[in-house]
């Protein structure tokens, strides 16, 4: 269960990478649709799936939380 946890927190995190940068506030370098405020959370949800990927154990809790980010980003 550990490795397809990391795995999809994996997938996850290489997608919300192009968000790594939450001190670009100039809204012409952002892609298309994202806001300011959205930018920053998606960095924060980048941080939080890079310390799932490095997870050496994973609780109930943090299944479903990274199946609830990965949904809303548009993940299956």
Request: negative net charge.
């Amino acid at each position: 269960m550990l490795t397809k946890f990391r795995r999809e927190a994996a997938i996850l995190a290489a997608y919300l990478s192009q968000f790594e940068n939450p001190d670009t506030d100039n809204a012409e370098h952002l892609p298309t649709g994202v806001t300011p405020e959205s930018h920053a959370q998606a960095h924060a949800d980048y941080q939080q799936a890079c310390q799932w990927l490095a997870a050496t154990a994973c609780t109930d809790d943090d299944v479903a939380a990274l199946a609830h980010m990965r949904r809303h980003y548009g993940f299956p």
